[in-house]
DNA sequence: CTGTTAGCGCATTCAC
DNA sequence: GTGAATGCGCTAACAG
């Protein structure tokens, strides 16, 4: 592999004079550009950028922690940041995090010792103290889906409780009246807001939250099929059943089914994050717009516009949810409920 | 942020010895290893490693290819990669092709450029002969889901056409004898296998190809609605489909569904990866298992043991398809046949 | 506009 | 076992 060295040396001119026309942010006549470049196309020259990096200190990678690599939601993520990534010129050093704290942990110094020039997190298990102590170093960080008020500004995030509230009011504008939830894991905070929007919702309604219709799920479809299977087992009513996201309500119907239930007219359902596959489940599932890849967009532009001084980018902290109704939702009918019809 | 430098001058020793306490590939005396050590402690050092890539002319990183980073079939993939490689602490940069030629190329010079060590690629649209040229290169390339012979023992690939075969088979087998096909994209190889897979099949039961019942697909649930509106729409007697994959059957069953066919009585379904949210599509998906993150897992086992030289490992370059049998397929019955149905 | 000179932080010969 | 010296390939002052 040819060295600018080699460059110079062919083209008659210094060092400098190369890496001049390859960064391109300096005055060079024509003519000796016109040199270089030619010498560069001859010896197939390529800039190693680890050199360049570590003259610079400037890495141009930037470190994606996300809990999986797979599954549609972190899919569309890493997709939004990587397109915007990609096009600047940036690399895109990704590791998973797994939603536990010390493989959390343990990723983020895995980037730093990469020398990224930004992390963007999504992360669960690390506390608020951490991220702003981390927050404070000398790596820039932004967070995704994770609203840390003390640094909100870098904060990419979804309101989840105005979501929560929204699915849950989808229910109970069709008359239901007893819900269940399939929650995800209530230690984490999305979770716990999205909760949080739901009972507000059943307080609008003078409905009480009743704890024997909720069941802690794992945001998977194991945790919304064993969630479905608890609550039928249960033998309470409930005629509709908020679920934790789209996986979750995909785990349920299929449990439903099992259990010889008719969907939506005896149960009805709704998920969160409007995953492309929700659209293809049968019945069409009605669900919450999570702007997932648009987020991720964002918080590349945040490291474009505040790392790499890309000024002319504007950041939206707040994202909104939105209700997408299809077909899992019905109009309640007292005459049936579910339990009635496990034998 | 500490360097080697104010270590070794904290630790009253030399460049060298902390070079060789932190590498621990020669000898150091037990006293002066622990004042090395403490030194680091306690000035929180973390080595360079874009210096440490610069001295060693080796980056740790191994870039990765794939069409596309969202969908469960690439997030397996991915993530079978990204474990292997991060527990041998290596970095993982990624890149997406998207299935074209000019772009996969290009994020293959992203990648070099990025002096990775070794690049895994799940590539489409370049040809063979750029992939031998490209593995003659000083930098080593495993492929995923491609066969080239000339290069075979770089090829972590699946059997395509037997996975073909057996799909059409197991319809074949309950009866059917009026098989459409709504296939991937023709000119990737492993649709065009599979076909060739779903022909050899149609032969061993004395059937022939009928061109009418090919719909070709995009590997997207879009393709596989508009595939099978397509095919309601030619009005041609069929009573199952062999679909391109998982996300196909899923658009073709949605269609189905939609002109008021019922799954799988009047028409039997069958696709191919067995992706996580096949078992919950209702019916629950019949398919060919894909095992695609234990193939990430060996392409990045083949970079540990080709590349950094870890020879314990073994290597598998083919793995083999395998059916699984769930609802979607049911068996013939010739007094209904799909078209009859429509108005 | 162009060339010279120092490093960036570390690995790796060599000597001792 | 340890230290001194050299260079990886490039950027960034500083001269001229």
Redesign the interface.
């Known amino acids: ?1 040819a060295t600018i060295y080699e460059v110079s040396e062919l083209a008659g001119v210094s060092l400098a004079t190369v890496s001049r026309v390859m960064n391109n942010n300096a005055r060079v006549s024509d003519k000796t550009k016109e040199k270089v470049l030619a010498a560069m196309k001859q010896l197939d020259y ?6 360049q ?2 003259a610079s200190n400037c ?1 141009n ?1 930037v470190g994606i922690l996300v809990s ?5 939601f ?3 993520m ?2 939004g940041i ?2 915007k990534l ?1 096009a600047a ?1 940036k ?6 995090g797994h939603a536990e704290e010390a493989t959390e942990i343990e990723s983020i110094d ?1 980037l ?4 990224c020039d930004a992390l963007i997190l999504h992360v669960e298990a690390v506390s608020d103290e951490y991220l702003i102590k981390l927050s404070q170093g ?1 790596i820039p960080i932004v967070l995704i889906n994770r609203y840390v008020a003390e640094i909100a500004d870098r904060c990419i995030s979804l309101n989840n409780e105005q979501g929560g509230y929204l699915a849950t009011k989808a229910l109970l504008d069709k008359g239901h009246k007893e819900l269940a939830v399939i929650s995800g894991p209530l230690w984490k905070k999305d979770a716990k807001n999205r909760l949080i929007g739901h009972k507000k919702a059943l307080k609008e309604f003078s409905l009480t939250f009743n704890q024997d219709l909720l069941v802690e799920g794992d945001y998977n ?1 194991s945790g919304g099929s064993n969630g479905m299977q608890l609550l039928l087992e249960k033998k309470v009513n409930f005629t509709a059943v908020v679920c934790a996201n789209d996986e979750t309500a ?2 349920a ?2 449990v439903a ?1 099992e259990h010889k239930l008719h969907l939506p007219s005896d149960i009805s359902i709704i998920g969160f994050d409007n995953t ?2 929700a ?4 019945p ?1 599932l009605s669900t919450i717009n999570y702007p997932v890849d648009k987020m991720g967009q964002m918080a590349a532009n945040w490291v474009l516009k505040y790392v790499y001084q890309n000024d002319s980018i504007n950041i939206d902290n707040l994202f909104k949810p939105e209700l997408i109704i299809r077909d899992s939702i019905s109009a309640h009918n007292d005459s049936i409920t579910p339990n009635l019809k496990i034998s």
Not at 68 to 72: I, K, N, R
Not at 112 to 115: K, Y
Request: no cysteine.
């Open positions: 592999m390529r800039p190693n950028s680890i050199a990096s570590l890495s990678s999986e690599l797979s599954g549609y972190y899919g569309a890493l997709s990587e397109s990609r010129h690399h895109v050093i990704i590791a998973a895995f730093i010792g990469r020398n000398s479809e995909s785990g119907m299929t089914r492309i596959f659209r293809h489940l049968y069409k």
